[in-house]
């Protein structure tokens, strides 16, 4: 018997199916070993010798899996094929005594048949570059952590973080928060005439005047321009055809599916990921069982197997002809910095359309398995052909553009429309006034040179210049990526955190940060702003890549990063300069001592706390105390509050938390019960006993 261990139990029924009998499939449940969660477990002195530790809530299953592994004849370590697997595979092997150099490792990228019977083929030795990678990344982010979140604490609030990646990630949506802020919009106009031939209406819009460029800044211009156009014909100057093509985007990297899945369907980076991960690992679809739909999904490559492109251009023949297909296979480049260890994200099986699944997955899988493989679909079809009309007018010196445009082909459009985002201006990139689909066409009438044209009407629209959008969440993670900044696996949780934190909040998709994230940016620009920024976050990417390379030694990049870090710790730390919020006095007295409460500020915001803090340490929220009672206390008489549990849940309990233990999930009235003497609950016009059956109906809300 041969036993494979991975990482998700997610994936052993689906691999399963496809290994046979003669193996045994164990799941570690992701980190079996890792740093401590609450020690530093770093040796500073020793080289950065990491202390690991076995996760305390896997001490059982490490115990089976040694187990199982003393009764196989071999073990083979099969956690997913990324620098965190590897790293994982590294310490499963450590665990059951295993030398990492032998062959015991396989991967696939994908949970098909013909990928894991292959995989089985061609076993490795655990690639140790990949493994001192991600070990120079773990180590690096805990001495962040670890060394500056306290000093965050101490000079702005209680219980701060600070993170390598995460912390330039905010200062990102900080410094566009200035930009806005900082903006001064300027006024300008447009002018729009309108026309109509042969029952074809079109516009054109001011462009030049005397074959300069205009636009006006002000009513006064305005005027005089339409004064000059009024009664006046326009007249037909010049008339340029072309045709041109768009090319199909490439197929999905993490990324850009992120990015496409909130911007085409509203999914969040965290819907998205436990959305892609089940698709991955393996889902129940009728008559199949459980399969696996899509590759790896953490990947920030653009490329294709041949026989996933040939099985794609043939499938796309099949269903809209020979003419769909390129004479030669779409091949696309990674972006410069890349890892390129993957493929792109693209369906395992052509022939598992969407359709034939769409009643086996749920909404959200089944909305980002159409969208993922509808643009490998895409991808790997003819461009789109368009004939193009730009037409050039005259009216009083002043020159107007008419622009039409007929799509010839539709070729990968077919399938596929790409997302324009607006510009800082409310405009996408062709003028539109608002983020559509980039394939929106106009069609002109027949004109000829000379051709007086007549303006059934001429518009004038104010405008003013936008400042840049906010980031959401998708924006954020193409700046991320664009700037070099953390990698694939790390863009949701790193984003993710800055909300989870109050670091930032959302208004709508948008991000904004808080005065906490603010004060945050601020602090660290003072005094850790030659590590925390974009160029020395990307250049610490790059040199993580050297590792797993071969070409850098993890040690050192280590210490070239540490003792430059080390002196901007000790200067912040020994600074006299506090960030933090004087308390503000209230009239409002601590039920507990009899002094008075004050609104202080902590990591989740302001609240109110004692005065004779720390002697006493009573605290509310400033929610609470301005939120009105629903009723009295059915145990003591005091005031009933409708409060939120940690999972946003409403719950009812009595102000006095300590003296009186009542709580109820409904709403109590505050009465107790005639038949049984428990308390009364109201739900919606009905009141009802919490114990027994008593109930009165027709109960005023």
């Known amino acids: 018997m041969k036993l494979i261990v991975i990482e998700a139990p997610a994936k052993r029924e689906t691999l399963k199916k496809y290994l046979g009998n003669g193996y045994e499939v164990f799941a570690t449940k992701g980190h079996i070993r890792d740093l401590p969660a609450k020690s530093f477990a770093i040796d500073l002195n020793n080289n950065y010798e990491p202390h690991y530790e076995i996760n305390p809530d896997k001490k059982e299953l490490i115990s089976e899996l040694k187990k199982k592994a003393s009764n196989a004849d071999e073990v083979l370590i099969a956690t997913d094929p990324d620098r965190e697997g590897e ?126 460029k205009v636009k006006p800044e002000n009513r006064a211009e305005v005027d005089n321009i339409l004064s000059a156009l009024a009664g006046k014909d326009f007249v037909v100057t010049e008339i340029k055809k072309s045709r041109t093509k768009s090319h199909a985007p490439a197929p999905f990297t993490t990324s850009t599916m992120q990015q496409d899945a909130l911007n085409k369907l509203g999914m969040s980076l965290q819907k998205t990921t436990r959305a892609a991960q089940e698709l991955y690992e393996g889902v129940e679809v009728k008559g199949e069982g459980k399969i696996a739909l899509i590759t790896y999904i953490r990947t920030d490559s653009t490329r294709v197997s041949v026989d996933a492109q040939m099985a794609c251009r043939e499938f796309i ?4 002809g020979k003419n769909y297909v390129p004479e030669k296979p ?26 034939m699944v769409q009643d086996s997955l749920t909404r959200d899988n089944f909305r980002l398995y159409k969208l993922i493989y509808e643009r490998f679909m895409a991808s790997q079809m003819s461009e789109a052909e368009y004939s193009n009309v730009n037409v050039s007018l005259d009216c009083a010196g002043y020159g107007f553009k008419a622009v039409g445009r007929t799509q010839e082909f539709a070729g990968f459009t077919a399938v596929y429309k790409e997302y324009v985002e607006e510009t800082a201006d409310g405009e996408d990139s062709n003028g539109k006034n608002k983020a559509k689909d980039k394939n929106g066409m106009e069609k002109l009438p027949t004109l000829a ?38 990698r694939p696996a790390t863009y949701a949780a790193t984003i993710t955190i800055l909300t989870a934190r109050n670091y930032c909040s959302k208004d709508g998709k948008a991000l904004v940060p808080t005065e906490l994230g603010r004060k945050m940016i601020e602090y660290l620009e003072k005094f850790f702003n030659s590590v925390i920024n974009v160029k020395f976050t ?4 790059s040199r993580l890549d050297d590792i797993a390379e071969d070409k850098d030694e993890w040690h050192s990049v280590v210490d070239s990063f540490w003792n430059g870090f080390k002196g901007l710790l000790t200067k912040a730390d020994e600074s006299g300069l506090s960030m933090k919020a004087e308390p503000v006095e209230t009239d409002i007295i601590c039920e ?24 006493c340490r009573n605290i509310k929220s400033l929610e609470e105390h301005e939120r009105k009672p629903v009723s009295k206390c059915p145990e003591c008489g005091k005031n009933v509050y409708a409060l939120k549990s940690k999972r946003g849940k409403t719950f009812y309990a009595c102000e006095d938390r300590e003296g009186c233990n009542f709580m109820s999930w409904d709403m109590p009235t505050g009465q107790k019960c005639p038949k049984c003497g428990k308390h009364l609950i109201r739900k919606g016009k009905i009141v009802k006993c919490s114990a027994c059956d008593f109930k009165e109906e027709n109960q005023q809300n």
């Open 538 to 541: 990307a250049h610490m990417e």
């Open 449 to 486: 040179e000379n051709e007086h044209v007549e303006a059934k009407e001429i518009k004038e629209e104010q405008k003013f210049t936008k400042p840049p959008a906010r980031y959401t969440e998708a924006s954020l993670v193409k700046a991320m990526e664009e700037k070099g900044i953390g």
């Open 317 to 320: 023949a099949e269903k809209y």
């Open 87 to 212: 790293a994982i595979s590294w310490h499963v092997a450590y665990v059951l005594g295993l030398d990492p150099n032998t062959k015991c490792r396989i991967q696939f990228n994908e949970i098909s048949k013909k990928a894991v019977l292959k995989a089985l083929d061609e076993p490795r030795a655990i690639d140790l570059n990949l493994v001192n990678a991600q070990q120079a990344r773990r180590v690096l982010d805990r001495i962040v952590g670890y060394k500056l979140s306290p000093i965050l604490s101490r000079k702005i609030a209680p219980k701060l973080s600070a993170g390598r990646v995460q912390s330039v990630a905010l200062k990102l949506v900080v410094e566009r928060e200035k930009e806005i802020e900082n903006f001064k919009p300027e006024e300008y106009w447009t002018i729009t005439a309108l026309h109509e031939k042969d029952k074809i209406k079109f516009k054109s819009s001011l462009a030049t005047f005397k074959g300069k």
């Open 330 to 355: 779409n091949i696309y480049a990674s972006k410069k910095n890349a890892q390129d260890a993957h493929e792109a994200i693209r369906p395992i099986n052509m022939r598992m359309t969407p359709e």
């Open 592 to 615: 507990k001592c009899g002094h008075k409460m004050v609104i202080r500020e902590g990591r989740f915001g302001k609240f109110l706390g004692c005065s004779n803090f720390p002697k």
